[in-house]
């Protein structure tokens, strides 16, 4: 899970992994990407509002 606890903003460690992501995806000519972001959330059930956005949204 990445919390930084009392922020109202994403925390530095979603910040961060999306700006690898962001940079691996440009060096390797993903053009259109879009980050689905559970920030606080645990990863260990799908009861967060992004993965089902993620998993409903058509391809």
Do not use: C
């Not at 961060?16 to 879009?34: R, T, V």
């Amino acid at each position: 899970m990445s919390k930084d606890d009392g922020l109202l903003e994403e925390s530095n460690s979603i910040v961060n992994k999306k700006a690898m992501l962001d940079e691996y995806a440009k060096k390797n000519g993903f053009l259109n990407i879009y980050h689905y972001t559970d920030d606080g959330y645990s990863g260990g059930n799908f009861e967060r509002l992004s993965w089902e956005q993620m998993i409903t949204e058509p391809i």
